[in-house]
Protein backbone atom coordinates (compact mmCIF):
# COMPACT_ATOMS: atom_id res chain seq x y z
CA UNK A 1 0.00 0.00 0.00
CA UNK A 2 1.12 3.24 -0.76
CA UNK A 3 0.57 6.41 1.58
CA UNK A 4 0.04 9.59 0.06
CA UNK A 5 0.10 13.00 2.38
CA UNK A 6 0.85 15.46 -0.57
CA UNK A 7 1.27 15.26 -4.40
CA UNK A 8 4.72 15.48 -6.02
CA UNK A 9 3.35 17.82 -8.43
CA UNK A 10 0.89 17.58 -11.77
CA UNK A 11 1.56 16.08 -15.05
CA UNK A 12 0.00 19.69 -16.79
CA UNK A 13 3.34 21.40 -15.38
CA UNK A 14 6.05 22.18 -17.82
CA UNK A 15 8.58 20.48 -15.57
CA UNK A 16 6.87 17.27 -14.71
CA UNK A 17 5.43 17.19 -18.30
CA UNK A 18 8.74 16.64 -19.87
CA UNK A 19 9.72 14.54 -17.27
CA UNK A 20 6.99 12.07 -17.69
CA UNK A 21 7.58 11.36 -21.04
CA UNK A 22 8.08 7.63 -21.59
CA UNK A 23 7.46 7.06 -18.31
CA UNK A 24 5.08 4.10 -17.43
CA UNK A 25 1.72 5.68 -15.66
CA UNK A 26 -0.34 4.28 -13.17
CA UNK A 27 -3.80 5.71 -12.92
CA UNK A 28 -6.01 6.44 -10.24
CA UNK A 29 -9.26 6.25 -11.68
CA UNK A 30 -11.97 8.79 -9.53
CA UNK A 31 -15.19 10.07 -9.81
CA UNK A 32 -16.13 13.75 -8.95
CA UNK A 33 -17.21 12.84 -6.12
CA UNK A 34 -14.66 10.32 -4.57
CA UNK A 35 -12.02 13.20 -5.89
CA UNK A 36 -13.54 15.93 -3.39
CA UNK A 37 -12.63 13.79 -0.47
CA UNK A 38 -9.17 14.27 1.65
CA UNK A 39 -8.83 10.41 3.10
CA UNK A 40 -9.56 7.40 0.94
CA UNK A 41 -8.69 3.99 0.01
CA UNK A 42 -8.69 3.19 -3.63
CA UNK A 43 -6.72 0.63 -6.17
CA UNK A 44 -5.34 1.58 -9.21
CA UNK A 45 -6.08 0.47 -12.96
CA UNK A 46 -2.67 -1.71 -12.06
CA UNK A 47 -4.13 -3.23 -8.26
CA UNK A 48 -2.20 -0.79 -6.45
CA UNK A 49 -4.01 0.16 -3.45
CA UNK A 50 -2.95 3.74 -2.40
CA UNK A 51 -4.62 5.28 1.24
CA UNK A 52 -4.53 9.33 0.84
CA UNK A 53 -4.48 11.38 3.71
CA UNK A 54 -4.14 15.21 2.95
CA UNK A 55 -4.63 17.51 4.70
CA UNK A 56 -8.03 19.39 5.63
CA UNK A 57 -9.91 21.77 2.92
CA UNK A 58 -7.33 20.52 0.14
CA UNK A 59 -7.97 17.38 -2.31
CA UNK A 60 -7.21 15.90 -5.21
CA UNK A 61 -7.40 17.77 -9.44
CA UNK A 62 -6.91 16.02 -12.04
CA UNK A 63 -3.75 14.88 -13.37
CA UNK A 64 -1.88 15.12 -9.72
CA UNK A 65 1.19 12.74 -9.56
CA UNK A 66 0.78 11.00 -6.33
CA UNK A 67 3.90 8.87 -6.38
CA UNK A 68 6.76 8.84 -8.82
CA UNK A 69 9.60 6.38 -9.04
CA UNK A 70 12.75 7.74 -10.25
CA UNK A 71 14.42 4.60 -10.90
CA UNK A 72 12.09 2.84 -12.84
CA UNK A 73 10.54 5.41 -14.26
CA UNK A 74 7.14 4.87 -12.94
CA UNK A 75 4.25 7.24 -11.35
CA UNK A 76 0.57 6.98 -9.92
CA UNK A 77 -1.74 9.90 -11.33
CA UNK A 78 -4.65 10.87 -10.29
CA UNK A 79 -7.48 11.22 -13.26
CA UNK A 80 -10.30 12.42 -12.35
CA UNK A 81 -13.58 12.87 -14.70
CA UNK A 82 -15.66 15.80 -13.70
CA UNK A 83 -19.31 16.56 -15.03
CA UNK A 84 -20.09 19.93 -17.49
CA UNK A 85 -21.19 22.83 -15.93
CA UNK A 86 -23.95 25.20 -16.43
CA UNK A 87 -22.88 28.72 -16.17
CA UNK A 88 -25.32 31.61 -16.08
CA UNK A 89 -23.97 35.08 -16.47
CA UNK A 90 -25.79 37.95 -14.76
CA UNK A 91 -23.39 40.76 -16.91
CA UNK A 92 -26.21 41.61 -18.95
CA UNK A 93 -28.40 42.68 -16.23
CA UNK A 94 -26.05 44.11 -13.53
CA UNK A 95 -25.98 47.88 -15.39
CA UNK A 96 -29.85 47.59 -14.90
CA UNK A 97 -32.35 49.37 -12.72
CA UNK A 98 -32.29 47.88 -9.52
CA UNK A 99 -35.19 47.01 -9.68
CA UNK A 100 -34.96 44.87 -13.02
CA UNK A 101 -31.61 43.28 -11.20
CA UNK A 102 -33.72 42.11 -8.03
CA UNK A 103 -36.56 40.79 -10.44
CA UNK A 104 -34.42 38.51 -12.81
CA UNK A 105 -32.19 37.44 -9.68
CA UNK A 106 -35.32 36.30 -7.95
CA UNK A 107 -37.13 34.77 -11.42
CA UNK A 108 -33.68 32.54 -11.75
CA UNK A 109 -33.10 31.76 -8.03
CA UNK A 110 -37.26 30.37 -8.11
CA UNK A 111 -36.53 28.20 -11.22
CA UNK A 112 -33.28 27.13 -10.24
CA UNK A 113 -35.33 25.82 -6.96
CA UNK A 114 -38.01 24.71 -8.67
CA UNK A 115 -35.74 21.94 -10.27
CA UNK A 116 -33.57 21.21 -7.21
CA UNK A 117 -30.36 22.52 -8.74
CA UNK A 118 -27.68 23.35 -6.29
CA UNK A 119 -25.58 26.61 -7.40
CA UNK A 120 -22.49 28.22 -6.22
CA UNK A 121 -22.45 31.89 -7.12
CA UNK A 122 -18.95 33.73 -7.57
CA UNK A 123 -19.29 37.01 -8.96
CA UNK A 124 -21.76 37.53 -11.88
CA UNK A 125 -21.49 34.05 -12.46
CA UNK A 126 -23.67 31.18 -11.56
CA UNK A 127 -22.31 27.44 -11.62
CA UNK A 128 -24.73 24.51 -11.54
CA UNK A 129 -23.80 20.97 -11.83
CA UNK A 130 -25.19 19.12 -14.67
CA UNK A 131 -27.86 17.16 -12.54
CA UNK A 132 -30.07 15.92 -15.87
CA UNK A 133 -28.96 16.38 -19.49
CA UNK A 134 -27.32 19.43 -20.76
CA UNK A 135 -30.45 19.15 -23.33
CA UNK A 136 -33.30 19.31 -20.55
CA UNK A 137 -30.58 22.05 -18.75
CA UNK A 138 -30.73 24.07 -21.55
CA UNK A 139 -34.47 23.79 -22.94
CA UNK A 140 -35.35 24.61 -19.28
CA UNK A 141 -33.43 27.90 -19.19
CA UNK A 142 -34.81 28.68 -23.02
CA UNK A 143 -38.24 28.49 -21.70
CA UNK A 144 -37.54 30.75 -18.88
CA UNK A 145 -36.11 33.65 -21.42
CA UNK A 146 -34.55 35.45 -18.68
CA UNK A 147 -33.83 39.12 -20.22
CA UNK A 148 -29.94 40.12 -20.06
CA UNK A 149 -29.28 36.19 -19.16
CA UNK A 150 -26.68 34.46 -21.17
CA UNK A 151 -25.49 30.89 -20.02
CA UNK A 152 -23.10 27.98 -21.66
CA UNK A 153 -21.61 24.75 -20.43
CA UNK A 154 -18.00 24.40 -19.72
CA UNK A 155 -16.24 21.60 -18.38
CA UNK A 156 -15.89 20.65 -15.14
CA UNK A 157 -11.90 20.95 -15.07
CA UNK A 158 -11.81 24.19 -16.47
CA UNK A 159 -14.01 25.81 -13.77
CA UNK A 160 -12.86 23.93 -10.69
CA UNK A 161 -9.45 25.74 -10.54
CA UNK A 162 -11.70 29.44 -9.39
CA UNK A 163 -13.72 27.23 -6.72
CA UNK A 164 -12.74 26.82 -3.45
CA UNK A 165 -13.05 23.40 -1.69
CA UNK A 166 -16.72 23.64 -0.33
CA UNK A 167 -18.02 25.63 -3.60
CA UNK A 168 -15.96 22.64 -5.29
CA UNK A 169 -17.58 19.73 -2.95
CA UNK A 170 -21.59 21.51 -4.13
CA UNK A 171 -20.95 21.35 -7.39
CA UNK A 172 -18.73 17.99 -7.84
CA UNK A 173 -20.06 15.94 -4.09
CA UNK A 174 -22.69 14.13 -4.81
CA UNK A 175 -24.58 16.72 -7.18
CA UNK A 176 -27.27 14.21 -8.78
CA UNK A 177 -29.14 14.92 -4.76
CA UNK A 178 -30.11 17.34 -2.38
CA UNK A 179 -31.78 17.86 0.92
CA UNK A 180 -35.62 18.17 0.76
CA UNK A 181 -37.41 18.19 4.21
CA UNK A 182 -40.90 15.92 3.91
CA UNK A 183 -43.77 15.88 7.06
CA UNK A 184 -44.79 12.89 8.91
CA UNK A 185 -48.57 14.15 8.58
CA UNK A 186 -50.47 15.66 5.68
CA UNK A 187 -52.30 19.07 6.90
CA UNK A 188 -54.48 20.46 3.70
CA UNK A 189 -54.24 23.86 5.77
CA UNK A 190 -50.62 24.30 5.81
CA UNK A 191 -49.75 22.78 2.45
CA UNK A 192 -48.72 25.36 -0.26
CA UNK A 193 -48.01 24.44 -4.05
CA UNK A 194 -44.70 23.78 -5.51
CA UNK A 195 -44.38 23.24 -9.09
CA UNK A 196 -41.77 21.51 -11.13
CA UNK A 197 -40.85 21.73 -15.10
CA UNK A 198 -40.29 18.75 -16.84
CA UNK A 199 -38.67 18.82 -20.29
CA UNK A 200 -39.23 15.55 -22.28
CA UNK A 201 -37.08 14.10 -25.24
CA UNK A 202 -38.26 15.92 -27.78
CA UNK A 203 -37.43 18.73 -25.68
CA UNK A 204 -41.39 19.87 -25.04
CA UNK A 205 -41.90 21.85 -21.27
CA UNK A 206 -44.36 21.46 -18.88
CA UNK A 207 -45.39 22.08 -15.61
CA UNK A 208 -47.44 20.94 -12.69
CA UNK A 209 -47.62 21.90 -9.01
CA UNK A 210 -48.11 19.35 -5.67
CA UNK A 211 -48.60 20.67 -2.42
CA UNK A 212 -45.87 21.04 0.42
CA UNK A 213 -46.60 21.15 3.70
CA UNK A 214 -45.39 23.85 6.17
CA UNK A 215 -43.68 23.17 9.22
CA UNK A 216 -45.07 24.06 12.32
CA UNK A 217 -43.88 24.77 16.19
CA UNK A 218 -44.48 21.15 17.01
CA UNK A 219 -43.41 19.16 13.79
CA UNK A 220 -40.57 17.68 13.57
CA UNK A 221 -38.89 17.34 10.08
CA UNK A 222 -35.80 15.04 8.67
CA UNK A 223 -33.42 15.45 6.01
CA UNK A 224 -32.70 13.37 3.24
CA UNK A 225 -31.40 12.99 -0.27
CA UNK A 226 -34.44 13.76 -2.60
CA UNK A 227 -33.37 12.60 -5.80
CA UNK A 228 -33.59 15.94 -9.29
Known amino acids: MILVESVVGNEGDPIWKANLEGASIDALQLDQWQAQKNRFRRKTEAGVEVAVALERNTHLHDGDILAWDEANRSAIVARIQLQDVLVVRLDGVLGQSSD ?5 CVELGHALGNQHWPAVVKGSAVY ?13 MKTHAFVGITYEFQPGAEVIPFLAPHEARRLFGGADSTPHSHLPAADPARAHPHEHTHVDAEGRVTTHSHPHEVAGPDDHDHDHPHAS
Open 128 to 140: VPLTVDRKVMASV
Open 100 to 104: LLART
